[in-house]
């Protein structure tokens, strides 16, 4: 997130100067890592969450419509940073890896077929596919198929379009740059403290993790792109906006494999429905990866519990966070969330043979020797008037000088769009002005793709010969 808005004011207005502060000795540790998230380029194209079956079986597709369209805008702007040489070749960084649905079931087979013929009608979703048959599914995903139990019901549907991205090396690539062009990048400093000035301007306190010497900086815009440790800071900062808002850490483990053998088998991310209880970022799914040119498969993810913000948090984060504002709404969460608890005791309980038993329910064929466990990002939840929330939600000032960006999905694939709207809420006299440049930098800018179905295809189609991906 910060390293797309810096790369937006860099091109919008290269005259700004840009400072980016860092806690860690590296840009992209956290939770824009490759190893700490899925990758998925969140297109909706196979995440079930976001179209659910209301009571009388009928599904709506607006919402993804809505991230859909969002991650068409990301994909403009990496295309146009790859032909301005922001942005190093595709491979590097964005790889084809079609995306599918998985299901078991009666039940989840008649949802699926019912949402598969609602988006088969949208423009952004052209080129989906459906099928019950395993001879066909077999050919899509074959270690799906293997030794599955004759007379299941099940069905997929398959995206060829779909993508695996690894943000981590598209983070370090736009911070590169952003430093080759003049932005000053410190890494290895906390910021410690924010405090609003007579004359407007923001005081940023940090501390050097090497040493301890402190430092000052004052800026006319602070943006907060800290993970989970975005409310310490923006309850720091004593914006009234803040007031109310609580996290609530929930971390993840992967089961992966870089068996040449299996790896070979699998070059989709297969994504199924989430078990009951569970928040829609546990949805079990088999993804194939590419991070640093090395391909491997991904399963998971499995719930764990830290009351850190950050992998490279601190014990007391969960505590640190509690304010008169948001006790109530904090404590309300904890009693009405009953199911999340339970669901999270159980994946806690879960040792790595019943890991990889939950595989076996993906990959028939799965051993435990060719998988190994790896610990993958913290996810601070947003909780907010007595409700836990899933999805990313940007947190400013009244007067636009300072915002923070809190939550985590579908996070990263939509960060071009909520930056977007990040622009226009902290700079809206300069939006005028700046339209020429990002129409350059994203053409669909100000208009939706999925109503127009020749600027969809004309979209899709531009985009993935500049990505080097399947229209």
């Given at each position: 997130?910060?390293?797309?808005?810096?790369?937006?004011?860099?091109?919008?207005?290269?005259?700004?100067?840009?400072?980016?502060?860092?806690?860690?000795?590296?840009?992209?540790?956290?939770?824009?890592?490759?190893?700490?998230?899925?990758?998925?380029?969140?297109?909706?194209?196979?995440?079930?969450?976001?179209?659910?079956?209301?009571?009388?079986?009928s599904?709506?597709?607006?919402?993804?419509?809505?991230?859909?369209?969002?991650?068409?805008?990301?994909?403009?702007?990496?295309?146009?940073?790859?032909?301005?040489?922001?942005?190093?070749?595709?491979?590097?960084?964005?790889?084809?890896?079609?995306?599918?649905?998985?299901?078991?079931?009666?039940?989840d087979?008649?949802?699926?077929?019912?949402?598969?013929?609602?988006?088969?009608k949208?423009?952004?979703?052209?080129?989906?596919?459906?099928?019950?048959?395993?001879?066909?599914?077999?050919?899509?995903?074959?270690?799906?198929?293997?030794?599955?139990?004759?007379?299941?019901?099940?069905?997929?549907?398959?995206?060829?379009?779909?993508?695996?991205?690894?943000?981590?090396?598209?983070?370090?690539?736009?911070?590169?740059?952003?430093?080759?062009?003049?932005?000053?990048?410190?890494?290895?400093?906390?910021?410690?403290?924010?405090?609003?000035?007579?004359?407007?301007?923001?005081?940023?306190?940090?501390?050097?993790?090497?040493?301890?010497?402190?430092?000052r900086?004052?800026?006319?815009?602070?943006?907060?792109g800290?993970?989970?440790?975005?409310?310490?800071?923006?309850?720091?900062?004593?914006?009234?906006?803040?007031?109310?808002?609580?996290?609530?850490?929930?971390?993840?483990?992967?089961?992966?494999?870089?068996?040449?053998a299996?790896?070979?088998?699998?070059?989709?991310?297969?994504?199924?429905?989430?078990?009951?209880?569970?928040?829609p970022?546990?949805?079990?799914?088999?993804?194939?990866?590419?991070?640093?040119?090395?391909?491997?498969?991904?399963?998971?993810?499995?719930?764990?519990?830290?009351?850190?913000?950050l992998?490279?948090?601190?014990?007391?984060?969960?505590?640190?966070?509690?304010?008169?504002?948001?006790?109530?709404?904090?404590?309300?969460?904890?009693?009405?969330?009953?199911?999340?608890?339970?669901?999270?005791?159980?994946?806690?309980?879960?040792?790595?043979?019943?890991?990889?038993?939950?595989?076996?329910?993906?990959?028939?064929?799965?051993?435990?020797?060719?998988?190994?466990?790896?610990?993958?990002?913290?996810?601070?939840?947003?909780?907010?008037?007595?409700?836990?929330?899933?999805?990313?939600?940007?947190?400013?000032?009244?007067?636009?000088?300072?915002?923070?960006?809190?939550?985590?999905?579908?996070?990263?694939?939509?960060?071009?769009?909520?930056?977007?709207?990040?622009?226009?809420?902290?700079?809206?006299?300069?939006?005028?002005?700046?339209?020429?440049?990002?129409?350059?930098?994203?053409?669909?800018?100000?208009?939706t793709?999925?109503?127009?179905?020749?600027?969809?295809?004309?979209?899709?189609?531009?985009?993935?010969?500049?990505?080097?991906?399947?229209a």
């Amino acid at each position: 997130m910060s390293a797309t808005l810096g790369t937006f004011l860099q091109q919008l207005q290269p005259d700004w100067k840009i400072s980016l502060y860092e806690r860690l000795g590296e840009v992209a540790e956290e939770s824009s890592n490759a190893w700490n998230n899925a990758g998925t380029g969140h297109a909706a194209l196979c995440e079930l969450n976001y179209m659910p079956a209301a009571a009388d079986g009928s599904v709506d597709p607006t919402k993804a419509i809505a991230i859909n369209e969002q991650f068409q805008q990301s994909r403009q702007f990496w295309s146009s940073l790859v032909e301005r040489g922001v942005l190093d070749a595709p491979e590097t960084f964005i790889n084809s890896a079609p995306h599918m649905t998985f299901v078991r079931g009666e039940k989840d087979v008649a949802y699926l077929k019912t949402r598969y013929e609602a988006l088969s009608k949208e423009p952004l979703f052209e080129g989906i596919e459906y099928s019950e048959d395993s001879r066909v599914i077999n050919k899509w995903a074959p270690l799906l198929m293997q030794k599955r139990r004759v007379g299941e019901p099940f069905a997929a549907t398959r995206v060829p379009s779909g993508t695996d991205v690894d943000f981590g090396a598209l983070t370090r690539q736009l911070v590169a740059k952003l430093k080759d062009n003049g932005a000053e990048v410190l890494t290895n400093r906390e910021v410690k403290n924010l405090k609003k000035l007579k004359d407007g301007t923001w005081q940023v306190s940090y501390r050097n993790t090497v040493g301890g010497t402190p430092g000052r900086v004052n800026a006319r815009f602070v943006f907060v792109g800290a993970g989970g440790w975005a409310i310490k800071l923006l309850q720091k900062s004593g914006i009234p906006e803040i007031k109310g808002y609580g996290v609530f850490p929930i971390g993840g483990q992967w089961l992966k494999t870089s068996n040449p053998a299996i790896v070979a088998q699998h070059k989709a991310k297969v994504y199924s429905q989430a078990s009951v209880g569970a928040p829609p970022m546990s949805v079990p799914h088999l993804d194939a990866r590419v991070v640093d040119g090395e391909s491997s498969l991904l399963f998971g993810p499995f719930a764990t519990f830290s009351p850190k913000f950050l992998k490279t948090g601190r014990m007391w984060d969960i505590v640190s966070q509690v304010r008169p504002s948001n006790i109530g709404s904090m404590l309300k969460v904890a009693v009405t969330n009953f199911d999340l608890v339970k669901y999270l005791v159980s994946e806690l309980r879960k040792t790595h043979p019943k890991k990889v038993q939950s595989l076996q329910e993906f990959m028939p064929t799965a051993k435990a020797e060719d998988w190994e466990l790896l610990q993958a990002g913290q996810r601070a939840q947003v909780m907010k008037g007595g409700k836990l929330q899933f999805g990313t939600e940007v947190v400013a000032s009244a007067d636009g000088t300072i915002a923070g960006l809190l939550g985590a999905s579908p996070g990263a694939s939509t960060a071009v769009s909520i930056m977007l709207g990040l622009l226009k809420s902290a700079f809206p006299d300069r939006m005028a002005d700046w339209e020429p440049a990002l129409t350059e930098l994203i053409p669909s800018y100000g208009t939706t793709l999925n109503p127009d179905p020749d600027a969809a295809a004309s979209s899709v189609k531009r985009t993935a010969e500049v990505l080097h991906l399947p229209a």
